[in-house]
């Protein structure tokens, strides 16, 4: 069981939006603005898409935002592609755990 | 530019031992983190275990714990996944990644173990 929880799955048409949640405790999402989301295509390694809750490395689509409320921390993507089809995980700094960090359990993001 | 460049696949059978490899460049090898992330087939990412290679600290999962041994030799600026026995288990993807406070940064490309009889 992963310590943050995020939804199986979710879908959308191209060009619609997307939200995919992320939700811990005040030990973790909400208790600190180190969230990151990862995007990971079949085969690869996974991807940094956004830091620190809503920040985007550099060559990220500003199509990918992040946004946290308690102990929920959300991405959205919009304006969806066919590419952006992919599994997502996020991750959160922690005090509850001697590794610092945790992941969720990933979402797989279908474009319809 | 800074890369993790992982070891090859591995082949083996239940019972050998293993260690595999995660060479760092293109920054100070001793100042960051360097975790281990598994992932089983068509599973999620799973945090093992973490070294900070300027002091050799080393944090394991409780999942993993007496599993498998994390080390590092800075002076080559390489992490290491180890196991003394390989269980069927064990088969999987295997990344490391070089941590921020945030989360990752960096990911190796990889490491596919298969443990098979």
């Known amino acids: 069981q992963s310590a943050l929880t995020q939804p199986a799955s979710v879908s959308g048409s191209p060009g619609q939006s997307i939200t995919i949640s992320c939700t811990g405790t005040s030990s973790d999402v909400g208790g600190y603005n180190y969230v990151s989301w990862y995007q990971q295509h079949p085969g690869k390694a996974p991807k940094l898409m956004i830091y620190?809750?809503?920040n985007r490395p550099s060559g990220v689509p500003d199509r990918f935002s992040g946004s946290k409320s308690g102990n929920t921390a959300s991405l959205t993507i919009s304006g969806l592609q066919a590419e952006d089809e992919a599994d997502y995980y996020c991750?959160?700094?922690?005090?509850?755990?001697?590794?610092?960090?945790?992941f969720g359990g990933g979402t797989k993001l279908t474009v319809l | 530019e800074v890369q993790l460049v992982q070891s090859g696949a591995e082949v083996k059978k239940p019972g050998e031992s293993l260690k595999i490899s995660c060479k760092g460049s293109g920054y100070s090898f001793t100042s960051y983190w360097i975790g281990w992330v598994r992932q089983m087939p068509g599973k999620g990412l799973e945090w093992m275990g973490i070294i900070y290679p300027g002091d050799s600290d080393t944090r394991y999962s409780p999942s993993f714990q007496g599993q498998v041994t994390i080390s590092a030799d800075k002076s080559i600026s390489t992490a290491y996944l180890q196991w003394s026995s390989l269980k069927a288990s064990d088969t999987a993807m295997y990344y490391c990644?070089?941590?921020?406070?945030?989360?990752?940064?960096?990911w190796g490309q990889g490491t596919l173990v298969t443990v098979s009889s």
């Open positions: 991750s959160s700094y922690t005090s509850s755990s001697t590794l610092f960090w945790v």
């Open positions: 990644a070089r941590q921020q406070l945030y989360g990752v940064d960096y």
């Open positions: 620190e809750v809503s």
